[in-house]
């Protein structure tokens, strides 16, 4: 799409990708505003940001382009990113018809000839002085991914209570359920290194809010090298986001994410092999990662054992169905965990680990049963008995996870953060 000169690669570091030159008058960084109907800021936020990136490239020297990439707009926000690309020699604008965040990111990205990627917000939220420390690594080879963060330690932000909650949660989620170690997925402030934006994009499907999020876990998954610079960061009290909106949609993502991993679907190995990278020695997981993913393997097994106990408890009683569905279920779960929640590989082990795992099935057993019977005992109802089962349950999981950790897994769990 553009014909300028290919950049300079010299030789890499172990472990590092290529330091980048480019010649003079060659882009060396393209930085792609995302935008929906914002007629209002545009101008004068791509103004702002051209100065900026101006006097950090002068004329003479590596060069740099703004990419207005407009996702299916229907305010005059069209007419003023094509009047901004006429007038302004660093300025392009892309037209998308579909919306989506992510959509126009990876139009833009994948259609770019130059070597380092970012983008950030039409609002500017984040201080622009940044910049240059969130673009360094990549030219230089020492990481493949760059993002601002607003939640490490040196960052400055000012945003409402609502916002920085729901942001806090997100980020633990990350943390619990994808292993993430990134501390901030959806700042607007993140760069990418062309020739890894090349091979990881494409495995991205999100096409929205999440594209972001996707990207970093993908990124980390790969065993990419991910830098983090604080940033100080305002909020924009005119927004048109739906927070909720998009952190519901963001948890589908996540979910999806974690399955394609699980399973296998999402092809990184050829993105690990096309960059060099190894997948690095999984670390133990920390006590908050243990206890998400050991919740979401229990809230899996509870609904199949709920399911089971429905099914069976007509045809040979409610006892003997409740023993059936914790004895079918509890050889899921200790697998589901043993893999998923403390990162046990290979089947060295596995029979011991099958053979404890019933030891703490007899435990859950007592306390259900136990559950259940004071509700036969007080003649109480079928919705009753399934609620008193229930409530057994959840006092056998808390039992269960302290099991796992302090006794089947403890070589996974010792010495990890608490």
């Known amino acids: 799409m553009r014909a300028n000169p290919a950049p300079t690669l010299t030789a890499p570091a172990p472990g590092t990708r290529p330091a980048i030159k480019v010649a003079p008058g060659t882009p060396l960084v393209d930085v792609v505003v995302p935008v929906f109907n914002e007629e209002a800021d545009l101008a004068e936020s791509v103004r702002r940001l051209e100065r900026f990136l101006t006097d950090l490239y002068p004329p003479g020297g590596p060069g740099f382009r703004i990419t207005i990439a407009d996702n299916a707009s229907t305010d005059a ?39 380092v990627l970012a983008y950030m917000d039409v609002d500017l939220s ?13 030219i230089s080879g020492h990481s ?55 091979l990881l994009v494409p495995v991205v499907e999100d096409e929205a809010w999440f594209f972001d999020t996707e990207l970093l876990v993908l990124a980390e998954q790969a065993g990419l090298r991910i830098a983090e ?14 927070v909720l909106d998009t952190a519901m949609k963001d948890l589908k993502g996540v979910w999806r994410v974690a399955v394609g991993l699980s399973t296998g679907r999402i092809p990184l190995a050829t993105v690990r092999s096309e960059l060099g990278r190894d997948l690095p020695p999984e670390a133990p997981r920390g006590f908050w990662s243990q206890l998400v993913r050991f919740g979401a393997v229990g809230v899996a097994s509870t609904l199949a054992y709920l399911l089971l106990f429905l099914l069976l408890t007509p045809g040979i009683g409610a006892q003997a169905a409740n023993l059936m569905a914790l004895l079918v279920t509890t050889v899921a779960n200790t697998a589901a965990n043993r893999w998923f929640t403390f990162g046990v590989r290979g089947r060295a082990g596995m029979i011991t680990h099958h053979l404890q795992g019933l030891a703490v099935f007899l435990v859950g057993w007592a306390l259900s049963a136990g559950a259940l019977g004071v509700a036969q005992a007080a003649h109480a109802s079928h919705v009753w008995q399934v609620l008193a089962v229930i409530l057994g349950n959840l006092a056998a999981t808390a039992v269960k996870f302290v099991l796992f950790r302090q006794w089947i897994f403890r070589d996974r769990s010792a010495g990890v953060a608490a």
């Open 77 to 115: 926000t069209p007419s003023l990113g094509a009047w901004l690309a006429r007038t302004h020699p660093n300025v392009e604008y892309l037209r998308l018809e579909q919306k989506g965040r992510g959509r126009a990111l990876r139009a833009a990205w994948l259609g770019s000839d130059a070597p």
């Open 126 to 138: 984040t201080d622009l002085t940044a910049f240059p420390a969130l673009v360094a690594p990549l």
């Open 144 to 198: 493949d991914v760059a993002i601002g963060t607003r939640l490490a330690s040196g960052a400055r932000t000012v945003r409402g209570p609502k916002r920085e909650f729901i942001s806090r949660c997100y980020n633990l989620l990350l943390r619990g359920s994808l292993g993430a170690a990134f501390t901030d997925a959806q700042c607007g402030f993140k760069a990418v290194r062309a020739d890894v934006a090349q």
């Open 229 to 242: 610079v604080p940033v100080d960061w305002v909020d924009d009290p005119t927004s048109s986001v739906n």
